[in-house]
């Protein structure tokens, strides 16, 4: 085939919005020359580099849409140093089953054990799933939550909030909440009740939320909807920051929490 044929091919490729085929063109019809593909092989074959290529663009998409802090995989998650963890458990969510039917998950446990991570982790699958995924913090969603309700657009935003399939809320329980955002917070976690995932992330046991929501019965209204369908990981290890430091030689056994560790965790007891 003439160079100016592929040229106009690879043109029509790009009106097609076929890019990645039409980048790897030349390649993929050399490939087929030398092995004598069939002609169906060949086209399955371009086809399939098509769909990965969009199925890449979307995942991409949709991680950027989310807002993760940073990007950590389950891959690079280390199980052994943190036995309190079920790899099973943690497996199953990564298939998102969860995410299909609106179940909801709780990563509890003292700073630095890895309750982000998994977070971010699972969120990442979540989009390489193609499920549209928000990653908020605790603090930030319920000043956005606040802004909202003053600026009397509180519906906008929750029915924004409604929208992707998983909410992350990071941290639920390093700042206990006003009566107005536990409020507002009970709102959203109504909104979503068995219509979309959500994972929280806290450093409180479920018998502190109490405190944390400043009221009882408000805090057993939001466990209720939470917990009727969900998993929780329950996190009782030590931190895994802390071991890197006294690897270093930096700390020893008897000051095992950095000095902002220990006032984030007041419920927490020191191993
Ligand atoms: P938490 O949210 O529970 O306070 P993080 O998820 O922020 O803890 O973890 C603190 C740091 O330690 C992060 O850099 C995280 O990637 C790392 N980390 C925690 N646990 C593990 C683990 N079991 N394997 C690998 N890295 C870990
Ligand atoms: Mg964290």
């Known amino acids: ?38 002609y169906s092989d060949f086209l399955a074959e371009l086809l399939g580099h098509e769909l990965a290529a969009k199925q890449e663009r979307h995942t991409a998409m949709k991680t950027t849409m989310a807002r993760f802090p940073f990007q950590k995989s389950l891959e690079s998650f280390d199980f052994k140093f943190q036995p309190s963890i079920e790899p099973k458990v943690v497996r199953e969510l990564a298939t998102g089953r969860f995410l299909a039917d609106a179940d909801n998950v709780l990563l509890l446990g003292p700073p630095g054990v890895g309750k ?7 969120g990442l699958r979540a989009c390489a799933l193609g499920f549209r995924t928000t990653f908020v913090t605790a603090s930030g969603l319920i000043a956005s939550l606040t802004r909202a309700h003053t600026e009397n657009r509180l519906e906008e935003k929750l029915k924004l909030l409604v929208q992707p399939k998983l909410l992350i809320i990071d941290e639920i329980g390093y700042l206990p909440l006003e009566r107005l955002g536990a409020n507002l917070f009970f709102q959203l976690v109504s909104r979503r009740y068995e219509r979309g995932s959500i994972l929280i992330t806290s450093n409180q046991s479920l018998a502190g939320w109490g405190q944390v929501f400043g009221d009882q019965v408000i805090a057993t209204a939001i466990l209720d909807r939470l917990l009727h369908h ?15 430091k006294r690897k270093a030689g930096l700390l020893t056994r008897s000051e095992p929490y950095t000095e902002p560790e220990r006032a984030a965790a007041p419920e927490q007891t020191p191993t």
């Open 1 to 38: 085939m003439s160079g100016f044929a592929i040229e106009q091919i690879q043109e029509q490729m790009r009106q097609l919005k076929l890019v990645r085929t039409a980048e790897q063109l030349p390649l993929l019809l050399q490939d087929a020359a030398k092995g004598e593909v069939s």
């Open 116 to 122: 982000t991570h998994l977070a971010v982790a699972l």
């Open 230 to 244: 969900s998993t929780i990981v329950n996190i009782k290890g030590e931190s895994y920051r802390l071991k890197e």
